[in-house]
C-alpha cells in the first residue's frame, strides 16, 4: 500500500481574548491552538472532507512519516492511497484534541496569563467542548458540511458528539468501538487510573511541569488501560505463561513476558504523555452521555448516515453499546448499519483489524459520497 | 441461621531451628506460626475435619464472632450450625496463609535471626509452600485424612494443591472459581497491582515498617482488585452512573458513586492489609501451575471426590478455567462433578452466591461423608 508520504503538523489558534471558547463547565478558554494533520486535497466542492477523530492517546499524526521518522501515524493503515480513507478521493483531517499534550492547547500549555503551564488551573474540558474546538478548525478551512466524522474508543465518541452538536454539518459518522456513555466499570477503570496518578507524590497537585514528572504513577496508569486494550484471549496467544527467563527468579522481577510488555509500555507512555492530560481526557470520557435521546435531535439532518462498528472480544467498550447507539439511531429512523467484526484482539481491534475495516468503511464512503454528490 | 457464635484465633508454631520448612524456591523458612481457628468439633475417628482455604485478602477468621466485632468471619454465611459446612456434622479449620499478614508468618513478621520485620528478606513462597505448612498444622491435630478441601479463588488453587501435594490425605475437594494456572491476564492485573504498590516511594523497597506506609500505593492496587471481582452487570445494578451530587463537579474528585465505592475499598483495605504480604500473595498465585496433569498424580486415592464451581459472570476467573479443571479430572476417570452458577456478582459470587453454593456443598459433603464413613 501506498503512502500520504512526509507530513508536517500544523497549527491554528483562536479563540484571543475576549472571544474565548465558552465551555460545557461555564468556564472560558482561549486562546486555543489546534495541531492538526490534512491529508489529500479538498475538492472545489469542499465536499470530500473527512475528519478523524483520535482515542486517549493519540494525536494529530494519523498517516505518513514526520521528517526522518521510522513509523508512520496512528492510522496509517487506514488513510493513504486507496486505503479505506483514500487520499486520493477524501480529503483527511486530524486534529489533536484540546485538554491534550500533543501540540493542541492542556493542562501542559503555557497559560499567556501567568506565563506558566496551565496545569490544574486549565479547566475541566467535556468531549462537546474539544468538538466545539475543531468546528473552529472546520470553519478556518472553510468546509460547510463534514463528509464524515470517524474515530475508535473516545474517537468514536467525538464522532457521536458531532452529529449531536452539528447535525447539519455531517453527511454521516463511523462510530467504532465506542459507546454513548461510559458504564461504570469504565469508569471505574479510567478513576483508578487517575487515582494512581494523583498516588505519585511528583504529581505534586499538577504542579511538576519545572521538577520531577509523575511517571511512575503515570506508567501504572497505563498499564491498567494496556490489559483492557487486550483480550483474554489475544494476551493468551501473544504470552501466554511463558518466560523471560528459563525458570522463576523467586524474585520481584519481571519474570512472565507479559509483565515485560506492561512495563516497557507503561514506561514508553510516559516519555510521551503528560499525566494532568491523562486526568482531564479520562474524566472528558466519563462525563461523556449521550444516551436518552441526546444523540439525535429532532430537527435531525434526514440524509444522515452511520456506520457502526464493534468487535466481538472488545470487553471495555463491549458490542452491547454499539448496539445501542444502533438501536437509538433506528428508533430515530436513521439509516444506520451496525457490524460486529469477529476479532480477538479486544478494544485495539480497532487499530488492528484494518482488512475487515477497510472493507466496510470504504464501501461506506463511497456510497455516502456518491449519494452526497448526486444530492448536491 | 444460627452463628458459631464467639471464637477465637489459635496459633501454631512449628518449623523451629534445625527444622525449617523447605520451601519451593530453595530456601528455608523458620519458624513458622499458623494463625487458625476452628469450629464444631473433631469426632472420636477424625474423619470430620474440613480444611477451609482463604482468598488473597482472607485471614483465619471465617466464622463466628470475634469478642466484641460487629461484623462476623469473611465466610459466616457457609460455615455454621445447619450451613453447607455444618458445624453440627463437621469440624472445620480455617488457617491464615504463610506470607500473610494476619498471624501467621509473612514478611511484616519479626525475623529472630535479626529482630526486625523480615521486609523483602522474607523468601518467596508459593501455594505449595502454603499447603505443606499447613499440612504440619493438620498433622498437629492429629488428623491423617481431611474429609473435604474448600476454597475460592486463590483458596481454590491451595485447595487443588492439596490434592497434588497429599493425594492420601485429602478424601475431596471443592475448587471454587479457580483456575489450574494464571492466565497472562490474571498475571497482568497481579502486576500491574505490585508495579502499583512498588511505585509507591513509601515502599521503599520493603522496610517501611518502622515509618509511613505505602497507603496510596496499596489501595490503588485494592481498587484494581475490586474493579476485577465485581462484574460489568454487577456493577451496573449497584452504581449505574449515579452522582454523589446533583451535578457534575467539574474538578477532580468524586462525581460518581462507583468512583466513591473504589476509594472507600481502597482506604479501608490499606488499614487492615500489608503491602509487602499483597506482593508476595500475589506472586505465589502468577506461579501457581497445576496444568498438564500435575494436579493428580498416577499413583491417585481411587475413591477421591470432586466438586467444581464456577460462576456465568465471574470474568477473573471465568468458567472455562474451571471447565479445564474438570476435564483434566474426567480425563483421570475422577468422580468429579462441575457446576457453572448462573450469577451476575462476577468474582465475588463465590462469597455471595450462598444459598446456590449451601444447596450444592451440602449434598456433595453429606454424599462424600456418607461414602467415606462406610468405606472405613
Not at 472545489?44 to 472532507?49: I, L, R
Not at 492510522?75 to 485538554?99: E, H, M, Q, R, S
Not at 497537585?205 to 486494550?229: C, F, Q, S
Request: hydrophobic share 35%; aromatic share 12%.
Amino acid at each position: 500500500m501506498k503512502s500520504v508520504g512526509t507530513v508536517k503538523t500544523e497549527y491554528f489558534t483562536f479563540a484571543q481574548s475576549p472571544n474565548e471558547l465558552k465551555l460545557e463547565s461555564g468556564q472560558s478558554l482561549g486562546p486555543i491552538t489546534l495541531a492538526y494533520e490534512t491529508y489529500g486535497a479538498l475538492n472545489q466542492e469542499k465536499s470530500n472532507a473527512i475528519l478523524v477523530l483520535h482515542a486517549l492517546s493519540g494525536d494529530a499524526h494519523a498517516a505518513g512519516f514526520h521528517e526522518g521518522a521510522e513509523d508512520p501515524g496512528w492510522w496509517d493503515d487506514l488513510i493513504g492511497p486507496g486505503k479505506a480513507l483514500d487520499t486520493l478521493k477524501y480529503f483527511v483531517i486530524c486534529p489533536n484534541i484540546i485538554g491534550g499534550c500533543r501540540g493542541s492547547t492542556g493542562p501542559s500549555s503555557v497559560n499567556p496569563k501567568t506565563g506558566k503551564p496551565y496545569g490544574l488551573s486549565f479547566p475541566l474540558i467535556t468531549i462537546s467542548d474539544m468538538v466545539k474546538a475543531q468546528k473552529h478548525l472546520i470553519d478556518h478551512l472553510g468546509i460547510k458540511k463534514l463528509l464524515s466524522v470517524i474515530g475508535g474508543s473516545m474517537g468514536g465518541m467525538q464522532a457521536l458528539q458531532w452529529v449531536a452538536s452539528y447535525p447539519k454539518h455531517v453527511q454521516s459518522a463511523i462510530p467504532i468501538a465506542t459507546a454513548l456513555k461510559h458504564s461504570p466499570q469504565q469508569i471505574a477503570f479510567d478513576e483508578v487510573g487517575r487515582q494512581a496518578v494523583m498516588a505519585d507524590p511528583a504529581w505534586n497537585n499538577g504542579n511538576y511541569y519545572d521538577a520531577t514528572k509523575p511517571e511512575r504513577g503515570l506508567a501504572v496508569a497505563r498499564m491498567i488501560g494496556h490489559i483492557t486494550y487486550m483480550s483474554d484471549k489475544s494476551m493468551e496467544e501473544k504470552f501466554s505463561r511463558k518466560l523471560k527467563a528459563k525458570n522463576f527468579s523467586f524474585e520481584f522481577t519481571t519474570d512472565f513476558e507479559v509483565e515485560g510488555y506492561l512495563r516497557y509500555r507503561g514506561d514508553n507512555f510516559v516519555k510521551r504523555f503528560d499525566a494532568n492530560s491523562y486526568l482531564y481526557i479520562t474524566k472528558a470520557m466519563d462525563y461523556f452521555d449521550l444516551s436518552a435521546d441526546k444523540l439525535i435531535p429532532k430537527e435531525r439532518n434526514s440524509d444522515l448516515r452511520f456506520l457502526v462498528l464493534a468487535f466481538k472480544s472488545d470487553w471495555l467498550y463491549p458490542a452491547y453499546q454499539s448496539q445501542e447507539i444502533a438501536r437509538q439511531l433506528k428508533v430515530r429512523g436513521v439509516d444506520a448499519t451496525y457490524c460486529e467484526i469477529n476479532s480477538t484482539y479486544g478494544h485495539d481491534a480497532f487499530l488492528l483489524e484494518v482488512e475487515e475495516e477497510t472493507h466496510l468503511i470504504k464501501h461506506f464512503l463511497d456510497k455516502t459520497f456518491r449519494g452526497y454528490t448526486i444530492a448536491r
